[in-house]
């Protein structure tokens, strides 16, 4: 068959386009299709057949489920333009896996742009219309072939998250696959030392914004830029500007628990083996393997980051902001309390009140305290425990240790007691349920009224399903929600002497802080300030008679309580 273009009186002669595709899963299939095997097939079949022209057209790594293919959409192209005659592939499986698009392009788009179609394996030729009545068949085995492929890649990869593997590819900025173990991440220093610097920003209370304004200012180069610095391959976009730090990258990073050291899988999923949209799937079906590379960041600070990014911090119209914007609560409504600030109000003068008091007109009272009262008041307090934790350490653990296992053994009392409860109260359901049958049966029950009961029983049985369900998860990560006195105290000797408050403090340190109402009385007006410190709430400092009483104890009974060294 001899086609042409014409173009300014000038005759064109059309090419054959030999396609070739390769996927990961055909990969496993041995070197039978390989790009280059496939090359060398379908250019024998084009000189043996008398193909004129041919140009080859590459897909390498692709799965046939989809035809958002670079090389397959620049060949789409070129059959629009009218440049190609003949299209030709070493079987109909490298064309496509999805038997409707395949059809819809072999049936239906080429015929009637007049293009020729070959598939050597299956000798489709529908110039010579040969092969056509299978055709349909073979797309639907292919298609069928993919779907089993998917099936058996997600299997592999739930065997090896159950086996504590890790199924990401994806090697975040600060890591890198060992050269010994490609399986193996470790910390590239120069990236994690940036990493490192913007989760201290963040806790010195810079939204992601503000970081990658800073890191821009500074001339930081972005995730892709360092790689191409270093020499290291990467799947980034193109950027124009090696500093220009994207608020979304700086939100990712913040984000990524593999920071800490373990392993996170099953974070996205997709539509189906045909439709490849990324779905992001909700935290509590994440999967964790802990301590599988050495952390860039501890495991505290990267949950202190959570707890600061959920309670956003916005700046006043002045663009002034509190140490403890964020961290302010009232105990009698528990709305936040407002920090007022105005162009009128000097430093001494800025205040905080009840977002729900509105001028007398709400429904709480003021909680007024002035942000410089406060300041000093929170100071105090954190050196007094800082000053606590570096003369009587022993002390302090044995105080957490006894306020936890307390606040435990309570927790666990009370969730437990609910789940035996539920448990009961849904078997007994279950014996209703089959009564009011019965009865139903036997005429004593009327169709309506059985109705009605069984609706009933089958509602409560359902909602206390799920109450059970949700507390016996609780109790079974009981142990994981229990204070970790290793990190508690590992920050507090980082703050030992503490000479003024810093954001990175009192971001680190403070979980909230609760301000009551004033109280007036002895002719002055007295605020009560509640500081809840980070994994430890709150805590009173004992005197020296109670120290010298728990030193006693700690000594009679030294295994009473395990302390971290």
Same mark, same amino acid.
């Given at each position: 068959m001899t086609t042409a273009n014409k173009t300014n009186g000038q005759t064109e002669e059309k090419i054959t386009a030999l396609y070739c595709r390769l996927s990961v899963d055909d990969g496993l299939d041995s070197e039978s299709n390989s790009i280059s095997h496939q090359k060398d097939i379908l250019l024998s079949y084009a000189r043996q057949n008398g193909l004129a022209n041919p140009q080859i057209f590459v897909d390498d790594g692709i799965s046939g489920t989809t035809f958002e293919r670079e090389g397959f959409k620049r060949m789409e192209a070129m059959i629009e333009n009218g440049e190609v005659s003949t299209v030709v592939v070493k079987d109909l499986s490298r064309f496509g896996r999805n038997y409707l698009e395949v059809g819809q392009y072999l049936e239906i788009r080429y015929p009637s742009l007049g293009v020729r179609f070959i598939a050597i394996q299956e000798n489709v030729d529908t110039f010579r219309n040969s092969g056509a009545e299978l055709m349909p068949f073979h797309n639907i085995f292919n298609e069928w072939y993919a779907a089993q492929t998917s099936k058996k890649i997600r299997a592999v990869w739930q065997s090896k998250a159950e086996h504590g593997e890790r199924v990401s590819p994806t090697v975040p900025f600060g890591y890198k696959k060992s050269e010994s173990d490609q399986k193996q991440w470790v910390i590239d220093e120069p990236a994690a030392e940036m990493v490192k610097r913007i989760y201290a920003l963040c806790l010195a209370g810079r939204g992601p914004s503000q970081i990658a304004r800073q890191l821009e200012k500074e001339q930081v180069l972005i995730p892709s830029a360092y790689y191409e610095s270093v020499g290291r391959t990467h799947a980034r976009k193109e950027y124009q500007n090696p500093y220009a730090w994207d608020q979304k990258t700086i939100v990712g990073i913040l984000e990524n628990r593999q920071y800490t050291g373990c392993a996170v899988n099953f974070k996205t999923t997709t539509v189906s083996y045909k439709v490849h949209k990324t779905i992001y799937k909700p935290k509590e079906e994440h999967r964790i393997i802990p301590d599988? #590379?050495? $952390?860039?960041?501890? /495991?505290? #600070?990267?949950?202190?980051?959570? !707890?600061?990014? !959920?309670?956003?911090?916005? $700046?006043? %119209? @002045?663009?002034?902001?509190?140490?403890?914007s964020g961290l302010v609560y009232c105990p009698d409504c528990g709305a936040k309390l407002h920090f007022c600030a105005a162009k009128s109000l000097r430093r001494n003068q800025e205040f905080w009140r009840c977002s729900n008091y509105k001028s007398g007109r709400g429904k709480c009272q003021i909680h007024y305290i002035r942000d410089v009262v406060l300041e000093r008041i929170v100071l105090e307090a954190v050196s007094n425990l800082a000053d606590f934790v570096r003369c009587y350490e022993p002390v302090f653990? *044995? &105080?957490?240790?006894?306020?936890?296992?307390? &606040?435990?053994?309570?927790? *666990? %009392?009370?969730? #437990? #007691?609910?789940? =035996?409860?539920? @448990?009961?109260?849904? @078997?007994?359901?279950?014996?209703?349920?089959?009564?009011?049958?019965?009865?139903?049966?036997?005429?004593?029950?009327? =169709?309506?009224r059985f109705a009605v009961m069984l609706r009933k029983y089958e509602q409560e049985q359902k909602t206390l399903s799920a109450e059970v369900a949700e507390g016996q998860k609780t109790l079974q990560n009981a142990e994981q929600k229990a204070v970790d006195l290793r990190l508690v105290l590992r920050t507090l000797r980082e703050i030992t002497d503490v000479k003024e408050l810093t954001p990175t403090l009192v971001n680190s340190l403070i979980e909230r802080i609760e301000v009551h109402n004033n109280d007036k009385y002895d002719g002055h007006c007295h605020v009560k300030v509640d500081i809840y410190f980070t994994a430890v709430g709150m805590i009173d400092i004992p005197t /020296?008679?109670?120290i010298r009483a728990m030193m006693e104890e700690i000594r009679e009974n030294p295994q009473s309580f395990k302390f971290v060294a």
């Open positions: 599988m #590379q050495e $952390p860039i960041i501890s /495991e505290e #600070q990267w949950l202190r980051v959570q !707890e600061l990014r !959920e309670n956003r911090r916005r $700046p006043t %119209k @002045t663009g002034r902001a509190s140490l403890f653990l *044995y &105080m957490l240790a006894k306020k936890n296992n307390a &606040m435990r053994q309570k927790e *666990y %009392k009370r969730l #437990q #007691q609910a789940v =035996d409860n539920g @448990t009961k109260r849904i @078997t007994e359901i279950d014996r209703l349920i089959e009564r009011v049958f019965e009865q139903n049966a036997s005429g004593i029950l009327s =169709d309506e /020296e008679k109670e």
